[in-house]
C-alpha cells in the first residue's frame, strides 16, 4: 500500500471510531428512527395511565417554577409536560417546546392548540444543540431525555447557553437498573446511572443542587445550577 492510500485508510479508521465514540445514545435511540417506531413511541407518551406513573404535578411542585418564568421542555416528544409547565409559569411566562422531531413538534403542537396553551412556543434543535435562545430560560427540563443524547457534552453546552445567568437544568431520568424500566430494558438503554450523569453534568459547566428519587426504583430527579 502506498503512503497515499495508507493516509487515507488510517484518516478513514480514526473517523469511524471518533463517530462511535461521539455517538453514544445508539441503544436509546434504536427504537426512534422510523416514522412507525416514534408513532409507537407517542402513544406511550400520552398513555392515559401516564399520570399515575410520572407524577407530573409533583415533579412540577420540586422544580419551584414561578409565575411568569421562561422554561424549555428539552425533548418535548408529544407534548406531554406541556400542560402542566404551562399552568405554572402562567400567561406571563413562557414554555419553549423543543424537539429534534419534526412528527413529533407537530403532535405537540396539536396538543397545545387542543388544551388552549397560548404561552407555548416551538424550537427545532438537532442532536447536538437544542437551539434555544440564547439566554432566554430560567429552567430546562430533561424528562426521560438525557439519556437519548448523542452528543451530551454539547448538548450541555447548548443548554447553558440558553439558560438565563444562574439558570436551572432539572434532569428526570432513569436509573440503570434492571427493575428501573420494564424487562430489565433499563440495563441497555440507560447509559448512565445516576452517579455519573451527575458527574458528567457538572463536568459541564453545572454545579447539582439537589437531588431526590421522584418514581420509587425507578426515577431520580438531579437539579443542576448552570456557573458563569
Known amino acids: 500500500m502506498n503512503c497515499a492510500r495508507l493516509g487515507a485508510a488510517v484518516l478513514a479508521a ?9 455517538q453514544v445514545a445508539g441503544a436509546a435511540n434504536s427504537g426512534y428512527k422510523t416514522l412507525e417506531d416514534r408513532e409507537r413511541v407517542a402513544r ?16 412540577v411542585q420540586a422544580m419551584n417554577l414561578q409565575p411568569g418564568m421562561a422554561v424549555a421542555d428539552i425533548g418535548t416528544g408529544a407534548g406531554y409536560m406541556l400542560p402542566f409547565l404551562s399552568r ?12 429534534i422531531q419534526d412528527d413529533f413538534l407537530e403532535k405537540a403542537r396539536a396538543k397545545a392548540e387542543t388544551d388552549r396553551l397560548d404561552n407555548v412556543q416551538f424550537v427545532k434543535g438537532n442532536e447536538a444543540d437544542p437551539m434555544l435562545p440564547e439566554g432566554s ?14 452528543y451530551p457534552e454539547k448538548m450541555l453546552a447548548g443548554i447553558r447557553r440558553g439558560l438565563k445567568p444562574g439558570g436551572r437544568l432539572v434532569i428526570v431520568e432513569y436509573y440503570k437498573r434492571e427493575k428501573a424500566m420494564p424487562n430489565g430494558r433499563a440495563l441497555e438503554h440507560i447509559r448512565l446511572d445516576a452517579p455519573d450523569v451527575i458527574k458528567e453534568i457538572e463536568a459541564n459547566g453545572f454545579r447539582l443542587e439537589s437531588r431526590r428519587e421522584h418514581i420509587k426504583d425507578s426515577q431520580y430527579m438531579a437539579i443542576f445550577r448552570a456557573l458563569k
Open 137 to 150: 430560560v430560567d429552567v430546562a427540563l430533561a424528562l426521560d431525555s438525557y439519556h437519548h443524547y448523542d
Open 88 to 99: 405554572a409559569v402562567g400567561p406571563k411566562g413562557r414554555v419553549l417546546a423543543e424537539d
Open 14 to 22: 480514526v473517523l469511524t471510531i471518533t463517530s462511535a465514540v461521539a
Open 44 to 59: 406511550s407518551l400520552t398513555a392515559p395511565g401516564r399520570d399515575a406513573r410520572q407524577k407530573p404535578a409533583e415533579l
